[in-house]
């Protein structure tokens, strides 16, 4: 058989359900950073479960399970589990975290040393943003 495979938004797979509310073309669906909570998303999950529990019913018209692999690196998968029934297999692939530093546009411009022109047409800078720039060169400039 030819495989077939469809990177799609969450966006794109919800407007596929509302042309194929069963998704009968759709074998497998894998939903990657399912602990980022947005209203797609949870709209998504919301219509995958309900989409399982009419296959269980019988009231669906698909004629195999829809296969649906949720992926999430820092989710607890008890929710998911909680969410989707206690049938719902959960596999764990150990892995560590990595420490993130948050940087802000102004640090990219301290550390950079990038000095903006105002007066150039794409710039929107703020005033509070460029004295904080400027208090901090200020600063670190001082022996």
């Not at 909680?82 to 301290?110: C, M, Q, W």
Request: proline share 5%; glycine share 4%; net charge negative.
């Amino acid at each position: 058989p030819d495989t077939a495979l469809m990177f799609v938004t969450t966006g794109v797979l919800l407007r596929m359900l509302e042309e194929d509310k069963d998704l009968e073309s759709v074998t497998h669906v894998l939903v990657d950073e399912v602990h980022e909570r947005t209203v797609e998303n949870d709209f998504l999950l919301l219509t995958l479960r309900n989409l399982g529990d009419r296959f269980e019913d019988g009231t669906s018209d698909r004629k195999t399970p829809l296969k649906v692999c949720l992926m999430s690196a820092t989710m607890d998968s008890k929710v998911l589990i909680d969410y989707f029934g206690r049938s719902t297999p959960n596999v764990k692939i150990p892995g560590r975290t990595f420490p993130v530093t948050v940087l802000h546009l102004e640090d990219a411009l301290y550390l950079t040393r990038h000095q903006v022109d105002p007066q150039a047409d794409w710039c929107r800078t703020s005033l509070t943003g460029q004295r904080r720039l400027q208090r901090k060169q200020t600063e670190d400039d001082k022996p």
